[in-house]
């Protein structure tokens, strides 16, 4: 008899930093994103920003969105600073403005003539302490629907004609609430059920962020990720190899060891079409 297997959680090494497998240090010193045109939305700071750094430190020509110009600015500098380069284009725009992302993406391919890589990172929360009838029907529920899933439909709406040319890599971030049940979080957890693009839906691990912190008390002692965790594991994931395309569609966890998912999942992914999000009517 086959052992069931709980696949919002697969049985592989529970990774919470950068290991051997994923380091970025290979290509940090090859430069081997250069020439790759690199879009991250929602990369002023935390989790965006530590993919934008990496994207830039690997040699990616690196585009950053977010909704302030002057936080964009602020990151820009530090990702200068970090990377020692200077192509790093800021382009202010909130996601859920759907003129303002085609403006942005015309801009990145009016400026660079392709797409390569496309994270969409942009995301938003409430206060998980009340159930859903108690919340306000718009600024409290329907506002986070449409920052986390119109956000990430405007990116890949416009984002996606240009990666399929130049067969890139969409990564839309993801979370781990959008696999379990948790309590007064309807509107983070539906929202982040992001359909089938590109590549992949990322969780990136549980990190102490601004928009993490806050959610709800008691959950800070379970945030021990860190941003450097989906970092790597989003270079690995679009290093243009092919190794880890299988995965093209599907829900993963910067959480997981990605070479035993490869040895010991691959199979079953690709065969029984596992790792995909599904809505079941009974």
Known sequence: MSKAVDLKDLPVTDRHDVYEAISPEPYFSDSAFRGKIVVVVGASKGIGYSIASFYARAGATLVIVSRSQKTLNEARDRIVSESRTSDVLALAADTV?????????????????????????????????????????????????EVNLRGAYNVAHYALPHLTKSKGYFIAVSSTAAQINIPFASAYAVSKNIPRLNLSSLHPGSIKTEGSLGLESGMESMMIDTVQLPAATALKLTDGSGRFDWLSGRFVSANWDLEEVERDWKKDTVNKDFLKTRFVVE
């Open 97 to 145: 403005d759907t003129k303002a992302i085609e403006e942005v993406i015309g801009k990145v391919v009016e400026k660079y003539g392709r797409l390569d890589v496309v994270v969409a990172n942009s995301g938003g929360s409430s206060p998980w302490t009340k159930r859903f009838s108690e919340l306000d029907p718009y600024n409290d529920w329907w506002k986070i629907m």
